[in-house]
């Protein structure tokens, strides 16, 4: 269900209404220091939703560790763009939100790639029928100059062409019937690193995984039960088939051929997360921008550690120059 701007903006038309939403949505009544855990903190400053930590004795506000850390734009502007990415079915373009917000172009760059950070899910197992299947993204890699990194392959020529063993980024994803997808940017799709990811990922007992005929997948009955459909017989045998995930994949291509001009292999893995919750959310029945919050403020021990990683790298981008 698509998030009413207009209830938003009027809800949260001040930065003190946000912050109380913000709070609220972190830590409901009881405030706790994000380094520690303890509820020992001291008020000091109730506006600004700053504390101090009597255990450790550090200070931090509503914003540590969260996308909204060092911002200093308006939390309204924040709210209203989140709302514009969430709604925005097939992607966002920074140059959109440019025009829609009236920020800079390195503002909206960042905000955006702060947002996809949000969406970023904690770790969960998913069971039932589960597809699993693998994608390619990006065409031939582009002639750079030395500055840019090389083997960066450009994204901007997404293909449906499906084909191994070219030396485009492989992707792999898994898909619950009627539930959650997860992808993941594998390397080197060997049966060790398809292992792992399904062991991560799913509960081998009452599962059923179904796959297509790429030898690989064969290694992974040694964990879970798995029905396999042979694409060059047939396209589906009853429940047998990978719809679901090669309807994400082409969800997913269109969207970025749509939307957005070029992704780096860097920051794949975020625009990915950007898909996947809208994937994930696309039958959510409850309010969906307090679910975004609540996952972006979550507190999860290993989303902390990606977002931690994921803020140094779009921070970094955010300051960089950018090329026309
Ligand atoms: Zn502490």
Known sequence: MAVNLLNIQKKYNTQAKCLNLLVKIRWGKTVKCPKCDSDKVRVLDKQQK????????????????????????????????????????????????????????????????????????????????????????????????????????????????????????????????????????????????????????????????????????????????????????EFSRGIVHVNTIEGFWSYVKNGIRGSYKSISKKYLPFYLAEYEWKFNHRYYRGDEFEAYLKNALSHDKDLEYWKAESLQQVKKVAYEPRKK
Request: positive net charge; proline residues 2%.
């Open 50 to 233: 700053r504390y101090f930590c009597k255990t450790c004795k550090v200070q931090f506000s509503v914003f540590t560790d969260t996308i909204f850390e060092g911002t200093r734009l308006e939390l309204p502007k924040w709210f209203t763009t989140i709302v514009l990415v969430l709604n925005a079915k097939s992607g966002m373009a920074a140059k959109e939100i440019e025009r829609n917000m009236g920020f800079t172009y390195k503002t909206a760059y960042y905000t955006a790639m702060r947002i996809r950070v949000g969406m970023i899910e904690p770790e969960s197992k998913l069971n039932g029928i589960i597809e699993m299947d693998e994608s390619y993204f990006g065409g031939k890699a582009r002639k750079r100059s030395k500055l840019t990194a090389p083997n960066d392959p450009d994204i901007s020529s997404v293909t449906l062409k499906r084909g191994r063993g070219t030396n485009k980024v492989s992707v792999v994803g898994m898909v619950q019937r009627k539930g959650k997808v997860k992808t993941k940017l594998i390397e080197k799709l060997t049966k060790r690193n398809l292992l792992a990811m399904l062991k991560q990922n799913a509960r081998s007992e009452n599962s059923i995984l179904v796959t297509d005929g790429f030898r690989s997948y064969k290694e992974l009955e040694k964990y879970i039960d798995r029905l396999e459909i042979t694409h060059s017989k």
